[in-house]
């Protein structure tokens, strides 16, 4: 799925105070979501995935050669939510704005531009075995289940 029309926003980068101007743009099939930094030139893209995770004290930030894209998570809740899986995203600085602190002004920024399906079929992982991944004192399981579920717990001992 992606978007059906270009749609902008502008708001204010949390952490950062500063003024940010947001494009939401319809992207081709396998793009993924992109992030465009459109106040640097040339513009550097960074693609929403794991390995480009760089920080995650108080907000998550994505980094690619130095260029940093901050407190995406709300703008990434709300496009997996409304199952968007390519959208090329325009920053003019290095945060996406805070809006009101909820993924809902994104929600009705996306609905809003309209949700087109695309034709390819989505692409899932399936647990087939149990994984645990350890760092520290912290660890993550994944169990094999038929469907969907998650479940946590936190122990601030």
């Not at 994104?106 to 692409?123: H, N, P, T």
Request: net charge negative; hydrophobic share 45%.
């Amino acid at each position: 799925r992606t978007l059906k029309n270009t749609i902008r926003a502008t708001g204010v980068g949390l952490h950062s105070g500063e003024k940010v101007y947001l494009t939401l743009k319809p992207a081709p099939v396998d793009s993924g979501i992109v992030f465009r930094r459109t106040d640097l030139d040339p513009v550097v893209e960074i693609r929403a995935c794991a390995e480009n995770v760089g920080e995650t004290m108080l907000s998550t930030t994505l980094l690619k050669d130095g260029v940093r894209v901050a407190t995406v998570e709300h703008l990434l809740s709300a496009m997996a939510g409304l199952g968007i899986d390519n959208c090329f995203v325009e920053l003019s600085a290095a945060e996406v704005p805070i809006m009101d602190g909820s993924a809902g002004p994104f929600v009705f920024l996306l609905q809003s531009a309209g949700i087109a399906e695309q034709d390819a079929a989505k692409r899932f992982i399936r647990i087939k075995r149990e994984v645990t991944v350890e760092e520290g004192d912290k660890k993550a399981t994944l169990l094999p289940f038929e469907g969907f579920k998650v479940s946590f717990g936190i122990d601030f001992d």
